[in-house]
């Protein structure tokens, strides 16, 4: 059963650039959330989606952040223009749907360093 | 607004020794909380989850206890080993959403052989 994928693993790309990250949650899963993870701020919850729809984007940092769920079996975050601070670990992490909450899986993460 | 705190920031324990990591948590909707385990350059794992509908669950030697009135939870790894070091994060549901978590700031763990 596969998990969750994440693409690239690793991104290295110049202030000002636009980066785009994907996701494809565990099949059958209605729930995909985007996480970003730093040293200082530890792991934040950016936007999450249900059945394709975005339900919360309150963590989503800037007008530079956006994501989309096109179907249900693939999501993007993209950044235009990324900047230095946007460095971190993104994941993706996705849950079944059911009665009360449902455990999150997640994704190994992209590693993004903007120089 | 709503948030997790998480302690000790680092723990070291000798093989075999017990380890227990604190979470308090300060929105009384919460009902949902998951503890992760993510071992250096990996994922989030999830080790365990509690629902507020239970005061403890157990899982092998891994145990997490939950008091809902003073709202907080803890995780106890009893028998340590050294493939138990990694980050240990706790998190909370919060109320009135329950897909959305709030983590703590994690737990580094070390166990010595």
């Known amino acids: 059963d596969a998990g969750v994928i994440q693409s690239p693993r690793h991104e290295v790309t110049e202030m000002g650039q636009e980066v785009t990250l994907r996701c494809k949650p565990i099949?059958?899963?209605?729930?995909l959330f985007w996480y970003r993870q730093t040293m200082m701020r530890g792991l934040e919850l950016l936007i999450y989606?249900?059945?394709?729809?975005?339900?919360?984007d309150s963590g989503m940092p800037e007008d530079r952040f956006s994501a989309k769920m096109p179907n249900a079996s693939f999501s993007t975050l993209k950044i235009q223009p990324s900047e230095p601070r946007d460095s971190a670990v993104y994941f993706c992490a996705s849950s079944r749907p059911g009665q009360g909450f449902q455990p999150q899986h997640f994704g190994d993460g992209t590693r993004l360093s903007i120089l | 607004g709503e948030n997790v705190e998480q302690h000790p920031s680092t723990l070291s324990v000798q093989e075999g020794d017990s380890a227990v990591i604190k979470c308090t948590y300060s929105?009384?909707?919460?009902?949902?909380f998951p503890w992760y385990k993510q071992e250096l350059g990996k994922r989030p794992q999830l080790i365990i989850d509690i629902r507020s509908n239970v005061g403890e669950k157990k899982d092998q030697r891994i145990a997490v206890t939950l008091n809902k009135t003073a709202k907080h939870f803890s995780l106890h790894i009893t028998e340590t080993q050294p493939e138990d070091s990694a980050v240990y994060f706790c998190a909370a549901s919060l109320g009135g959403s329950n897909y959305k978590l709030t983590f703590g700031k994690g737990t580094l763990l070390t166990v010595n052989p």
């Open positions: 989606f249900n059945n394709n729809v975005p339900i919360d």
């Open positions: 929105d009384s909707a919460s009902n949902y």
């Open positions: 099949s059958g899963h209605d729930y």
